[in-house]
């Protein structure tokens, strides 16, 4: 990020402030509610509505893994996330500090209400799903159960 000439004191950026904002889709237990809600997370997310994606949701046990080849809608919720709770995701997907491979970083547009964001979704390494069911509805939260 380019450093200002300006003297005046620096201010922090709201999570949704137009130099921060990023938008991350959440499908499995990051979703409100959840074991691992990202509403629970520090700091606070900014819950920007319900959307879909297009893709194959696999039961892996106690979370699910979405990977982005396949036609299926899969369900979800996006929000705007500042750079500090991008980080605690990344801890949570084991992507940082030490990338363990089961989970990808991707970025992709996602139509929610009347406009589309760019997005983060979390992809499952597809080598993670041999053997696992889908779930066929794509929504880990009325599906968890059938795995």
């Known amino acids: ?52 994606i297009q893709g194959t949701m696999y039961h892996l046990g106690a979370y699910p893994g979405l990977v982005l080849s396949g036609a299926a809608p899969v369900v979800g919720e996006v929000y705007a996330i500042s750079p ?3 980080q605690v995701l990344d801890e949570i997907e084991m992507i940082y500090p030490v990338p ?17 964001l760019e997005c983060i979704v979390y992809e499952i390494n597809p080598d993670y799903t041999q053997g696992k069911p889908v779930l066929l ?7 968890r159960w059938l795995g």
């Open 1 to 52: 990020m380019p450093h200002s000439s300006s003297d005046a004191p620096a201010r922090s950026a709201s999570p949704t402030s137009p130099r921060h904002v990023r938008y991350v889709f959440v499908y499995g237990t990051l979703r409100a509610g959840d074991d691992n809600d990202i509403t629970r997370q520090t700091p606070a997310p900014e819950f920007i509505g319900p959307a879909q």
């Open 84 to 86: 500090a709770l991008e």
């Open 137 to 143: 509805g794509g929504d880990w939260v009325k599906e």
């Open 100 to 116: 363990t491979g089961e989970y990808f970083k991707r970025t992709l547009p996602v139509q929610v209400a009347d406009k589309v």
